[in-house]
C-alpha cells in the first residue's frame, strides 16, 4: 500500500489553518495514524484511526477522512507546529509511511 | 511512564553484522507488539520488523527480509534486532517502538525509543 502526502512541502504563517492530505492506493478504511517529527527527534503520534487525537495532543489538531483520502488538519498555527508530519497506514504490514510534509514558517 | 531505550548502534563496513537492543520499561512489555522502525539521513520512514507480543509472529520489509531477524526476551523486557549482511542503504537512525490497539481495533504507534544510529561505510 503506497501512501502519498501533499503538499511536500507548506509555508506558513502563525495562526493560519493549514491543510497536509495523505492519499492511499487502495482502501484502508480507518486505519491511518499521524506524526510529528522535528529535527533529531523521534516522531510522535498525533492522531489514530484517522480522526482520534492522542491524549494529550492539542485540540487544533484534527484528522479526518476514510477510505483512501485521509487529512490532517491544524487550526491556527503555533510556533511549536512548525515541522514534518507523516500519515501511515495500519491496514497491513509493513505499516508504510508517507514521504512527509514539512512545514515551515513564512 | 513508557520508556524505550535503543542501543548497539555504530559504524560498521559493509556485509560486517549488528545487533540492535531496546530495553523496555514502564509497561508490561509482553503485552505488546513491537517493531523497528529506520530513517534514513534526511529521508522518510520505513518499517523494518514487527515481532507479536508472544514472539510467535514475525514480518519483515522486503529489502531486509533474510538478512535481518527481529527477536524478543520478555523475561528481560527487551527487543533486538540482528543485522547480518549489511549495506550501505542499511544506514538509518534505528527507533524501537511500541504498537498498540485499543479495544475498538484502532491501532498506532503510540511511544518511540529515542533511536540509535547505523552507519555503513567503507
Known amino acids: 500500500i503506497q501512501l502519498t502526502q501533499s503538499p511536500s512541502f507548506l509555508s506558513a504563517s502563525v495562526g493560519d489553518r493549514v491543510t497536509i492530505t495523505c492519499r492511499a492506493s487502495q482502501d484502508i478504511s480507518s486505519y491511518l495514524a499521524w506524526y510529528q517529527q522535528k529535527p533529531g527527534k523521534a516522531p510522535k503520534l498525533l492522531i489514530y484511526?484517522?480522526?482520534t487525537l492522542q491524549s494529550g495532543v492539542p485540540s487544533r489538531f484534527s484528522g479526518s477522512g476514510s477510505g483512501t483520502e485521509f487529512t490532517l488538519t491544524i487550526s491556527s498555527l503555533q510556533p511549536e507546529d512548525f515541522a514534518t508530519y507523516y500519515c501511515?497506514?495500519?491496514?497491513?504490514?509493513?505499516?508504510?509511511f508517507g514521504q512527509g510534509t514539512k512545514l515551515e514558517i513564512k | 511512564q513508557v520508556q524505550l531505550v535503543e542501543s548497539g548502534g555504530g559504524v560498521v563496513q559493509p556485509g560486517e553484522s549488528l545487533r540492535l537492543s531496546c530495553a523496555a520499561s514502564g509497561f508490561t512489555f509482553s503485552r505488546y507488539g513491537m517493531h523497528w522502525v529506520r530513517q534514513a539521513p534526511g529521508k522518510g520512514l520505513e518499517c523494518v520488523a514487527f515481532?507479536?507480543?508472544?514472539?510467535?509472529?514475525?514480518n519483515y520489509a522486503d529489502s531486509v527480509k533474510g538478512r535481518f531477524t527481529i527477536s524478543r526476551d520478555n523475561s528481560k523486557n527487551t527487543l533486538y534486532l540482528q543485522m547480518n549482511s549489511l549495506r550501505p542503504e542499511d544506514a538509518a537512525v534505528y527507533y524501537c517502538?511500541?504498537?498498540?490497539?485499543?479495544?475498538?481495533?484502532?491501532?498506532?504507534?503510540?511511544?518511540w525509543g529515542q533511536g540509535t544510529l547505523v552507519t555503513v561505510s567503507s
Open positions: 484511526a484517522a480522526s
Open positions: 517502538l511500541r504498537e498498540v490497539w485499543d479495544s475498538s481495533g484502532r491501532g498506532s504507534f503510540d511511544y
Open positions: 501511515q497506514q495500519l491496514n497491513s504490514y509493513p505499516y508504510g
Open positions: 515481532i507479536r507480543y508472544d514472539g510467535t509472529n514475525k
